[in-house]
């Protein structure tokens, strides 16, 4: 990289979180050391960085040197788990002074975990958390149905390579993913209906 060139983030993906727990293949698009680590999301979609809105149902301090933050953020499709420590001091910082139940804005870096009986766990490592309204929240969920739908119109797209690698690696039929944004789409309707 030249000295004029300035590094930039990944955008982070909106996903709910049915499908980001159903993820668990993980790659990198160079052999450099230092180079992004990608999560595979089902939909056909590489996620450096995610973008989440949920309510935080519970935290709790699961380290036993440090504080290690865990949280629990649920989106009407299922349930995030964040960790943060003294390495996401602002995050863990925020997880420690939040209380449940909240609705939070989370940008994070996911993470996989091999547990002992070889299935694949994922989670979020956040760089931000945010306590934000309901409104935020509604529209979260709306914008993310949009772009969830979006990649499952493109799925069988032959020159995506995502969606290509999804269908390697997944043996997950993205229909269901599109019921799951409806219905998250639904739940909200439904909301407004209850609270009219």
Same mark, same amino acid.
């Given at each position: 990289?030249?000295?004029?060139?300035?590094?930039?983030?990944?955008?982070?993906?909106?996903?709910?979180?049915?499908?980001?727990?159903?993820?668990?293949?993980?790659?990198?698009?160079?052999?450099?050391?230092?180079?992004?680590?990608?999560?595979?999301?089902?939909?056909?979609?590489?996620?450096?960085?995610?973008?989440?809105?949920?309510?935080?149902?519970?935290?709790?301090?699961?380290?036993?040197?440090?504080?290690?933050?865990?949280?629990?953020?649920?989106?009407?499709?299922?349930?995030? /788990?964040?960790?943060? +420590?003294?390495?996401?001091?602002?995050? &863990?910082?925020?997880?420690? *002074? =939040? $209380?449940?139940?909240? !609705?939070?804005?989370?940008?994070?870096?996911?993470?996989?975990?091999?547990?002992?009986?070889?299935?694949?766990?994922?989670?979020?490592?956040?760089?931000?958390?945010?306590?934000?309204?309901?409104?935020?929240?509604?529209?979260?969920?709306?914008?993310?149905?949009?772009?969830?739908?979006?990649?499952?119109?493109? /799925?069988?797209?032959? +020159?995506?390579?995502?969606?290509?690698? &999804?269908?390697?690696?997944? *043996? =997950? $039929?993205?229909?269901? !993913?599109?019921?799951?944004?409806?219905?998250?789409?639904?739940?909200?309707?439904?909301?407004?209906?209850?609270?009219?």
């Amino acid at each position: 990289m030249s000295s004029n060139e300035i590094p930039t983030r990944e955008v982070a993906r909106r996903v709910f979180a049915q499908e980001f727990n159903d993820a668990g293949y993980t790659f990198k698009e160079s052999d450099d050391e230092r180079a992004p680590v990608y999560l595979l999301l089902p939909t056909g979609e590489s996620a450096n960085r995610v973008f989440l809105v949920g309510t935080l149902t519970e935290k709790e301090d699961v380290g036993e040197d440090n504080e290690y933050w865990r949280g629990r953020i649920v989106d009407p499709t299922g349930t995030f /788990f964040v960790y943060a +420590g003294q390495y996401q001091p602002e995050a &863990a910082s925020a997880l420690r *002074d =939040l $209380d449940a139940p909240a !609705y939070v804005a989370v940008v994070g870096k996911p993470r996989t975990y091999e547990t002992d009986d070889g299935s694949i766990n994922v989670s979020v490592r956040p760089e931000s958390i945010t306590e934000v309204d309901a409104a935020t929240r509604d529209r979260w969920v709306t914008e993310t149905a949009d772009k969830t739908l979006d990649r499952i119109a493109a /799925f069988d797209d032959e +020159g995506d390579e995502y969606a290509r690698m &999804a269908r390697e690696h997944y *043996d =997950l $039929d993205p229909e269901e !993913y599109k019921r799951a944004a409806i219905a998250a789409l639904e739940s909200l309707e439904q909301a407004d209906e209850l609270s009219a």
